[in-house]
């Protein structure tokens, strides 16, 4: 969900988000047991494209989405090849002992990151809150009071962050800039907490002052079902993953399987 | 005084936006985490509590059943919503996570709101974040010093922040009057009616 | 007529507090009455509203009994603040929303949103987000999804505390035509729009006991003083205050203060608002006046240095980079008083900022001393900032600012939705500290705080100073003639 950049809608955005949440965590609990790196390089080769070319934004927001994401690859591989075991020793060096196995591990775990990262890039890029809860209401059957809940806070972010901007200037004017991290976060803390239980439960009666119920069956607005864009999903998916094993082992990029 | 089984609206609605301040937290705790990690020594572990706080927070302020997890739930996807740099995975962590620290509070009968159940709390989110970790991370092959090293800092860190500080920012915040609305009244308050 | 709704005996207590709201209160209204409840803050208006509807105890837990309530089978309910009462982030969801909960099939939806949103009068598409949204129209959305309802009891509870007074209007002219067939049972503190479609007032006292219910003219005028007295916003309510008061106003050219030429903010790097030259000068009071969203409020951030700026911007002659050094010679109140609260208690509130410049506990005591007085918050002083009521923390917020001696105030919509009494002391607060030489910058959208306080007023427009001119009341005449201070009699606070 980005605010107010404008995009193109592509088959992406209409694959329905149930399924699109369920393909990706199956494709990350699949990730995580994945250990061969040539596979998972292939993988992410592959999540890239996706991201890249069918999240219809523009390339200037696609760099910029995508520029943390380095500092994440970096920082996830580099604290494992510097130091992890090993027994083919590269680099010795105080602490710091760098072995092959150490930094394919490292590697690997980057490659890793890289992914989880991609998978939640493509999913939050291209899914609307409200037709992701609007489908778990109706695909898989989430009660309506947790959903609409949801709904109420993600409507509250912007609000959040305007106010966090203004206590922010708030505590600049009243000269409460030196402070410990964590006394930092109560000061911030405590007025956005307390301003929004209050809204919370102001919204809570005036939901239900508005009948809702999570007793009585309800109607929806948006009905959110199945399509010919789901299938291609479903299959892209597949394809995806199967030609990154496919190309692991007719190209593999190093003679490792197993980096455990 | 509604009858409805499990949470009501509005304590679903104040765990969840509550969740939501915290899941800015965790947005903007990530590049601060990153710049704390000055390769390998594990500072950045004393910090990776504050992942754990909502759910303690939450709890010591709506006291029921199954806010914990809830609240971690929300928080994490939250974050994710946000444009976390860990994408889909926060979300994994933060179910684990929420399961952890409600299991430590559902010891308790849900009855007890001090500083220990909390902390403990705070440990059980580590064991379940340790967990992903262990599947995710390959922490088992570091370097025996270092992964003590590791656990350690985040073991402490955890209880300081998640516990320890979750209790005092609670406090702060029984202190402006908000958290009474969300309380439920007591048999006192009842009886005076008829005073 | 048929009775609608009531009550008999009703005993309310809100949880923890000493005594109880309402005691053995009975009340019953008939079917398609106007009703106005008044009385002063805290009486418990709102709360019996929510008996009333069956809110409490039914979605709010709050004790209470009664030996019988009857709720109306089919109501709406509109609540003060714009933005928590939705729950979805575009308009056709929200009143979607309302038709889900109500069964609604899903083929009749677009047809019914566009309706409703013609019958308030909100002409924008459906699918608009409600964050683009002025408070005006937040309201009027809101009772468009009321109105999905279809009820035949309207419970409106000070709808347009939070709202501009052409937004007011708006929500009270869209009020008559919806609701002229309903039963509506309304409180409010700005009744000036109110008067002539009620036709019954109930007026409260502090302790939740009914002072006098009847008939709507004949109520306002036998009650006038009590009305008064409560803080409410009734018309023609400065004409009174102009009698009781002489507003002295002239400003002789004295020491320059602001000086700005070619001073522009930016937002995201873009120009967010420019002024070209303006000087401001001891015992100034401007007004900032604009349309929402003009750039009243990005002036004043620009002027504290909360947004990059650029340009000449000298105050008494010096350039100061840094907002921690304005804030020594500035104070700034932001609109909404708990946002810059940073202590557990109104008197630590007030020391803060004396104990940032290490002053010496004597020089503290004393002065927080001096500003609790002058500022009717003594009896709070233990208190916690959040604990109080509205007025009391707007006075505190205003108070903790200007405490270490700054002379010149920047002012975010100060009175913004407080009551009559609290907003005429604050106006007099400031006045007394524009009299003794201090220079007041104060967004407002209340020309008639423009034409009774300001000396000057700046005008705004897509994010230019394009106007700055005298204001030149003709009342000056008039009011120069009546002596006494200003602060002869001064409202007494609650």
Redesign the interface.
Known sequence: ??WDIHYRETWLHRTNPSLKLLV??SI?ILV??LHNPNVLINLSIGLFLLFFIYTGYPLKYLLL?FL??F??FV??A???T????GTTTWVQWG?V?VTKE?FL?GMH?GF??LT??????I??LTTR??YLFYSLMQQLKLKP??A??????????????E??Q??Q?????????HSG??EK?????????????????????????????????????Y?IGFSKYDLMFLFSMIGIIMLSYYAATVFPYIPVTD?? | MQT?KG????D???T??????FG??YKLW???Y?FV?P??LHVDQLIYG?WFIAAT?AFL?IRKPGVAL?AEI?AS??E?????????????YGVVQGLFAEAAFAAFRYKQFDVFVVSLAAIGSTIGSLIMDF????IE???PW?LALFLLARFVGAVL?SGV?AS??VK??EA?G??Q??RSASKEDYEQLDR | MECIASVEQLRLKFPGKETLLFKDLSLSFKKGEKVLLIGPSGCGKSTLL?VL?G?IP???DIPMKAKHIRVPDNW??V?Q?P????????V??EI???????????EQ?PERIEGLLRAVNLQVPPHTN??TLSGGMKQRLALA??LA?EPDVLFLDEPTAMIDDEGTEMIWRTVKQIAYDKTVIIVEHKIEHVLDFVDRIILFNDAGEIVADGEASTIFHNYKEVIASQGVWYPRIWDDYKKKKKVRRHSSEQREVICLENFQGYRNKEVKIRVNTARVHEGEWIAVTGKNGAGKSTLL?AL?K?IPTDGEYKVYGNRLEQ??QL?RRIA?V?Q?P?????TNSVWEEMA??LR?EKRTEQEIASEVERLLKMFHLEEQKKQHP?QLSMGQKRRLSVA??IISGQKVFLLDEPTFGQDAKNTFALLELFESYREKGAAIIMVTHDEQIVKHFATRRWIIENGQLVRDEPVMPETKKALSVQGGSSREMGYSLS
Request: glycine fraction near 6%; hydrophobic fraction near 50%; charged fraction near 15%.
């Open positions: 969900m980005r990706m965590m990350f995580l047991f989405f943390p994401f500092v994440i920082s996830t580099s604290s494992m510097l130091f992890g075991q602490l002992h150490s591990r775990l890793r990151a989880f990262a991609l998978l939640g890039l999913f939050s809150p409200v009071k947790y609409y809940s949801f709904l109420a806070g993600v409507r509250l972010i912007p609000i959040m962050l106010e966090f203004t206590v200037n708030a505590l600049k004017v009243r000269g409460a800039g991290t964590l976060v109560k000061r911030y803390a405590v007025p956005l907490l307390s301003q929004s239980i209050r809204r919370a439960q102001r919204i809570a009666v005036a939901m239900e002052a508005k009948r809702f119920s999570n007793e009585t069956k309800r109607t929806f607005y009905r980096v455990r | 409805t949470l009501k609206l509005a679903i609605l104040t969840i936006v509550i969740s939501i301040v800015i937290v990530g590049p601060f990153y990690k390769f390998g504050m927070v302020i809830l929300a996807s939250g994710f919503i946000m444009g976390s740099e860990w994408g889909l995975e926060v979300l994994l599947y995710k991370g390959y092959a570091l370097a270092n922040i500080f005092s920012l702060a915040l402006t908000v958290t609305m969300v | 929510q509807s809110l039914h979605s709010v709406g309910y609540f603040d933005d928590s009462q939705f729950c979805m982030p575009f056709d969801e979607a929303f309302v038709l889900e909960n109500i069964s609604v099939p899903r939806m409600i964050h999804s009321v309802l951030h504290m909360l907002t921690k804030a700034f932001f909404n708990e946002f810059q609260f940073v803060y900022s940032l959040y903790a600012s």
